[in-house]
């Protein structure tokens, strides 16, 4: 079975913060992961995937993911938050040709 | 290229009426796919087409939600009759295989 767990429902940040959203796994063959971001009243945009090769994935707008297979983690960060990250966050897993996504994560940026 | 198209944007009915989206995927995607996203929670595959072909549709309500992907291009989604717990984002997704999907920016419905 397929699964993908984001531990925090709502992350609360100071801008130009560090920031780290988690997510965890669990599959039972080898699998892609992918970060979605989802604007308010919008549909669902690629951030960065790992699909295979560097365990280290960079995205769009200074995101970055590392992919850990004894962790079955795929946690998303970035060193420095702006107010327009504001949004909610998606781990998906991509398995037989469809994605199982976490219940997602709320980033909230303070000024 | 044009992204994934859907129709209509917004949506309130009283519980009991019917309901239909439409979506107009990427061309040549052969692979589309319905998610229902309920607030609060991530989104949940309803059907998967290939062309215009079911390959998936363990997750739909059968009893009142029905697709159809004529001629293998767009497609319409129905809630007939529509129930409170529907009330959701429901999106459209299109990919040309592998793992290239692009969603739409969904139909938020709300049945009172």
């Known amino acids: 079975a397929q699964s993908v767990t984001q531990l925090d429902s709502q992350v609360p940040v100071f801008e130009e913060a560090p920031v780290e959203l988690r997510c965890n796994y669990s599959s039972s063959v080898s699998v892609y992961l992918f970060w979605y971001v989802q604007y308010p009243n919008q549909g669902l945009q690629l951030l960065l995937k790992?699909?295979?090769?560097?365990?280290l994935v960079k995205g769009i707008n200074g995101f970055e993911a590392e992919f850990n297979k004894s962790q079955t983690s795929f946690h998303l960060r970035k060193p420095s938050v702006h107010i327009s990250d504001t949004a909610e966050y998606f781990c998906?897993?991509?398995?037989?040709?469809?994605?199982?996504f976490g219940s997602g994560t709320k980033l909230n940026v303070k000024p | 290229e044009a992204g994934v198209a859907q129709s209509p944007r917004y949506k309130i009915i009283e519980k009991r009426q019917s309901v239909a989206f439409w979506c107009n995927p990427i061309?040549?995607?052969?692979?589309l796919y319905w998610y229902q996203q309920i607030l609060g929670q991530g989104p949940k595959l309803l059907i998967q087409?290939?062309?215009?072909?079911?390959?998936?549709d363990s997750q739909l309500p059968k009893d009142r939600f029905s697709a159809e992907r004529l001629k293998g291009v767009d497609s319409t989604l129905k809630i007939q009759p529509a129930k409170l717990e529907d009330s959701a984002v429901y999106l459209c997704?299109?990919?040309?295989?592998?793992?290239?999907?692009?969603f739409g920016s969904g139909t938020r419905l709300t049945v009172v």
């Open positions: 997704a299109s990919s040309p295989g592998g793992n290239g999907y692009t």
């Open positions: 061309s040549g995607h052969a692979t």
């Open positions: 087409f290939q062309n215009n072909g079911v390959v998936d």
């Open positions: 998906a897993l991509y398995n037989f040709n469809k994605f199982y």
């Open positions: 790992y699909l295979s090769g560097s365990t």
